[in-house]
């Protein structure tokens, strides 16, 4: 049997699929970046602590990537949020 951790991606959409231990089958949904207005020194963040006003309106709110968070939200400071 398969004793390790296997992590494949589905290709038909951005959820993640681990198998440990070939038992247990766990959906990840990697955490997407939003903009972090309440601090001078961070600009796009990727953690689950988004105010629910983004929660609610993801479209609008969470990025895929860094590059795509700082673009739509800081196009003034791009180079300094881009560098995190």
């Not at 709110?61 to 968070?69: G, K, Y």
């Amino acid at each position: 049997g398969d004793d390790g951790i296997k992590i494949e991606r589905d290709p038909c959409s951005d959820t993640y699929w681990t198998t440990y231990f070939g038992d247990s089958l766990i959906s990840i949904k990697p955490v997407p970046y939003y903009p972090d207005f309440s601090s001078e020194e961070r600009y796009c963040v990727t953690n689950d602590d988004a105010p629910d006003y983004m929660k609610r309106s993801e479209v609008a709110w969470r990025h895929q990537t860094l590059a795509e968070c700082c673009y739509h939200n800081f196009q003034w400071k791009f180079k300094d949020c881009m560098r995190g």
